[in-house]
């Protein structure tokens, strides 16, 4: 039976898409579909599509191939979504992997006992230095009180990546991702379905693996700015009722000078 569908959206990025596709071909089959939604616009799309239909044949999972010109990410994750076969999906970029070869038959699991709109769990990032760490990050209503109540909290130090959540599909017709953001998209598409009422279920097990080197990599500043922005629309949300909204600002800024300021490993 399929329960989730792990969606792969990738632009001009073959030698990526094969580390992800090796991966996916070695897990437990029986629970999962992998879904390639394909923005390539030069002549790696007839290659990135012949792959993929060939390990169609490969592997022991439903394996589907969609190509559509989008905006970026999170219009291309939105679009990807109507494709999936499933109740439940999990974004996982080109290059990125699952942590072990029976994960996605372990999240099926998981999703099953608890039926959450959506579960996140933890995710193992490698820097550009090669050393690994192991984000664990903290229950959605937690980082919400963190945000609402805790003067110097940065939110994004206990939120892990998108590679880590699973959504279940049918929240995309409710609650979409903003293409306004370029990087911090699925921070703010999280944040706005726990502050909602979705049920969330934290699961502390690490899901995937990622590496330095993507986008919120190259565009730091940039990642570290939505960032910002993310947290004080957050700011707004929780503070307005109590009418601490000004000094909630003021707060926020201060503790985010030296992220400003810093760099990303």
Known sequence: MTIISIITTTR??????????????????????????????????????????????????????????????????????????????????????????????????ELEAHTPDILH?????????????????????????????????????????????????????????DDAYWIAGDHEHFLRCARAGLSMHYWPHAICIYFAGGFSFVYAQNCKMEWLRVQLQQVAEGAEVSGLLPSKVFQTLNAYLPILRGGMS
């Open 12 to 109: 001009d990025n073959f030698d990526s898409l094969k580390i992800t596709a090796e991966n996916l071909k070695f897990q437990e089959a029986g629970t999962f579909e992998w879904l390639v939604y394909d923005g390539s616009r030069t002549e790696e799309r007839e290659r990135i599509e012949a792959y993929v239909t060939q390990m169609g044949q490969d592997m022991d999972c439903p394996v589907t191939y969609k190509h559509s010109v989008d905006s970026g990410f999170y219009d291309a994750a939105g679009k990807s979504v109507k494709y999936a076969n499933s109740d439940y999906v999990l974004f996982l970029n080109a290059g990125d992997v699952l942590t072990e070869n029976n994960t996605a038959s372990k999240m099926a699991a």
């Open 121 to 177: 769990g933890q995710s193992i990032y490698v820097n550009a230095d090669g050393e690994v760490n192991l984000h664990r990050g903290r229950p959605a209503d937690e980082v919400l009180k963190g945000i609402d109540a805790e003067d110097d909290y940065i939110y994004f130090q206990d939120l892990v990546c998108q590679q880590a959540v699973v959504y279940r599909k049918s929240i995309f017709d409710r609650f979409g991702f």
